[in-house]
């Protein structure tokens, strides 16, 4: 099946700083991805989809500003939390779909748990 | 977008089928639905979709009422690592986004 990956997995950094978490798709070419937000016992949020070469469409509520979206490859989204704080210490995860698939389905990376002190 | 409504929780033992309602009564024409689960600290995982007949896969099955306004995910045998939250969602032709709910917490006893 589809492989999605995220690097880090997991991040401590200080408040004030930016922190930039990569998603990929190994195995196939992603031409959207999808980025979202889980904080503890809740579900997730979808924060904004990711579409290559374009900028990218944020969900109501989420500064575009503070989440600097690129996804300059068919392979490769990153999202960047500028001037971090704690209250964006979250379970940040990334999803893509397969080009090729008309069926909808989304692929999850394995998420990336920050912490922001 | 259309709503899903599931229970919060579930329980059962394993190796015994497991049935994961969800309803979605104003679901519309080019809805599919969609259920996606996820283990404690990953990412969700892609479990079955359908837009009116009922599907197999090797994970479950989906049974899709004749209105469409409820389906229910069925287990066939439930293991311990089937332990996870599942989520049904409605998913339009002509959106690619995945709205997740509250889903139902699937705990499986030995």
Same mark, same amino acid.
């Given at each position: 099946?589809?492989?999605?990956?995220?690097?880090?997995? $997991?991040v401590?950094?200080?408040?004030?700083?930016?922190?930039?978490i990569?998603?990929?798709?190994?195995?196939?070419?992603?031409?959207?991805?999808?980025?979202?937000?889980?904080?503890? #016992?809740q579900?997730?949020?979808?924060?904004?989809?990711?579409?290559?070469?374009?900028?990218?469409?944020?969900?109501? +509520?989420?500064?575009?500003?503070k989440?600097?979206?690129n996804?300059?490859?068919?392979?490769?989204?990153?999202?960047?939390?500028?001037?971090?704080?704690?209250?964006?210490?979250?379970?940040?995860?990334?999803?893509?779909?397969?080009?090729?698939?008309?069926?909808?389905?989304q692929?999850? +990376?394995?998420?990336? $748990?920050?912490?922001?002190? | 977008?259309? #709503?899903?409504?599931?229970?919060?929780?579930?329980?059962?033992?394993?190796?015994?089928?497991?049935?994961?309602?969800?309803?979605?009564?104003?679901?519309?024409?080019?809805?599919?639905?969609?259920?996606?689960?996820?283990l404690?600290?990953?990412?969700?995982?892609?479990?079955?979709?359908?837009?009116?007949?009922?599907?197999n896969?090797?994970?479950?099955s989906?049974?899709?009422?004749?209105?469409?306004?409820?389906?229910?995910?069925?287990?066939? $045998?439930?293991?311990?690592?089937d332990?996870?939250?599942?989520?049904?969602?409605?998913?339009?032709?002509n959106?690619?986004?995945?709205?997740?709910?509250?889903?139902?917490?699937?705990?499986?006893?030995?």
């Amino acid at each position: 099946g589809a492989v999605v990956s995220q690097h880090p997995s $997991r991040v401590i950094c200080k408040s004030g700083t930016s922190v930039k978490i990569e998603c990929r798709s190994l195995d196939f070419q992603a031409t959207t991805m999808f980025w979202y937000r889980q904080f503890p #016992k809740q579900s997730l949020m979808l924060m904004a989809t990711s579409n290559e070469g374009s900028k990218a469409t944020y969900e109501q +509520g989420v500064e575009k500003d503070k989440f600097l979206i690129n996804h300059a490859s068919l392979t490769l989204s990153t999202l960047t939390v500028t001037s971090a704080h704690p209250e964006d210490s979250s379970f940040y995860i990334c999803s893509a779909r397969d080009g090729k698939d008309f069926q909808e389905t989304q692929y999850f +990376g394995p998420g990336t $748990r920050l912490l922001v002190l | 977008d259309a #709503k899903t409504t599931q229970p919060n929780s579930m329980e059962s033992n394993e190796e015994e089928p497991v049935h994961l309602p969800c309803n979605h009564s104003t679901i519309s024409g080019t809805d599919y639905i969609h259920w996606y689960r996820q283990l404690p600290s990953q990412g969700p995982e892609y479990v079955i979709h359908g837009l009116t007949s009922n599907v197999n896969n090797r994970m479950a099955s989906l049974a899709i009422a004749e209105d469409r306004k409820s389906s229910t995910l069925i287990l066939h $045998r439930a293991t311990l690592r089937d332990a996870a939250v599942y989520y049904c969602i409605l998913v339009s032709y002509n959106t690619d986004k995945l709205i997740f709910g509250t889903g139902t917490r699937l705990q499986v006893f030995p």
